[in-house]
């Protein structure tokens, strides 16, 4: 479980989070709705981690251990896994050496007895997640995003989260870039990986995702404080009179 416990955040000398509390249990799915600049997406980046942000008070925890004080590798190896709003796009970085590394490192930290897989036998190994994700095997070759289309980039991300099987999985603006058709087979995806061993926190102010994957708490952000929670009636709610006072 991520516990968030009366943090206050803030870049430089401005306060962006003031005061939130917030649990994330495994088996179960969040969303964090608000306006732009309600300090939705600040939250998922100190949850993995950003230069630019400081917690200045209160704990966050991730199955009993403090999560401030750990590096960015680190809390991907305690299984936080953040989607990108935008994806960068990387040279000089093969696609097929990327994912490899990082399914190893992530196999290896599993099972410390796991011997890692050569070029050649990964190859091998991911070819049936490329079928069934309608990756093309040649993008393998390519740099890392590089000239890929937002749709594209997308199941990129999505195969990453295959290949580690995190066990938070943030989604930022997930929706950001895609026209309606590379969105309904991303969000299809995306809700084959909801299991009971993990945790998909859906951070937007779109409603169009929650369409396709469940969530059990619904919590509201405003001026960087948590002002409304409740369940999935509370997006119908919302819809239908908008953001209004909250």
Same mark, same amino acid.
């Given at each position: 479980?991520?516990?968030?416990?009366?943090?206050?955040?803030?870049?430089?000398?401005?306060?962006?989070?003031?005061?939130?509390?917030?649990?994330?249990?495994?088996?179960?799915?969040?969303?964090?709705?608000?306006?732009?600049?309600?300090?939705?997406?600040?939250?998922?980046?100190?949850?993995?981690?950003?230069?630019?942000? +400081?917690?200045?008070?209160?704990?966050?925890?991730?199955?009993?251990?403090?999560?401030?004080?750990?590096?960015?590798?680190?809390?991907?190896?305690?299984?936080?896994?953040?989607?990108?709003?935008?994806?960068?796009?990387?040279?000089?970085?093969?696609?097929?050496?990327?994912?490899?590394?990082?399914?190893?490192?992530?196999?290896?930290?599993?099972? +410390?007895?796991?011997?890692?897989?050569?070029?050649?036998?990964?190859?091998?190994?991911?070819?049936?997640?490329?079928?069934?994700?309608?990756?093309?095997?040649?993008?393998?070759?390519?740099?890392?995003?590089?000239?890929?289309?937002?749709?594209?980039?997308?199941?990129?991300?999505?195969?990453?989260?295959?290949?580690?099987?995190?066990?938070?999985?943030?989604?930022?603006?997930?929706?950001?870039?895609?026209?309606?058709?590379?969105?309904?087979?991303?969000?299809?995806?995306?809700?084959?990986?909801?299991?009971?061993?993990?945790?998909?926190?859906?951070?937007?102010?779109?409603?169009?995702?929650?369409?396709?994957?469940?969530?059990?708490?619904?919590?509201?952000?405003?001026?960087?404080?948590?002002?409304?929670?409740?369940?999935?009636?509370?997006?119908?709610?919302?819809?239908?009179?908008?953001?209004?006072?909250?």
């Amino acid at each position: 479980m991520i516990t968030i416990n009366n943090i206050e955040v803030s870049a430089g000398d401005v306060e962006i989070i003031k005061w939130v509390s917030l649990e994330f249990e495994p088996g179960k799915n969040y969303c964090l709705l608000g306006k732009n600049g309600s300090g939705k997406s600040t939250l998922s980046s100190v949850l993995m981690w950003h230069p630019k942000y +400081e917690v200045t008070s209160g704990e966050i925890t991730i199955d009993g251990e403090d999560l401030i004080d750990m590096e960015p590798n680190e809390r991907s190896q305690a299984w936080v896994f953040l989607s990108f709003q935008n994806i960068p796009e990387i040279k000089w970085v093969k696609l097929s050496e990327y994912l490899r590394t990082i399914f190893n490192i992530s196999a290896k930290n599993d099972n +410390e007895e796991f011997t890692e897989l050569s070029p050649f036998m990964f190859k091998r190994f991911i070819k049936p997640h490329l079928q069934e994700l309608q990756i093309e095997e040649a993008f393998l070759e390519r740099d890392l995003n590089v000239g890929f289309s937002g749709g594209e980039k997308r199941k990129i991300e999505i195969l990453q989260m295959k290949l580690i099987g995190p066990k938070y999985i943030i989604l930022d603006e997930i929706d950001s870039g895609l026209d309606l058709d590379a969105f309904k087979t991303v969000a299809t995806m995306l809700q084959s990986l909801s299991s009971d061993k993990n945790s998909i926190i859906i951070i937007t102010h779109y409603f169009t995702i929650l369409d396709y994957i469940d969530v059990d708490k619904v919590f509201v952000m405003k001026a960087g404080k948590v002002v409304k929670e409740g369940g999935k009636e509370l997006v119908e709610e919302i819809k239908e009179n908008g953001f209004g006072d909250m």
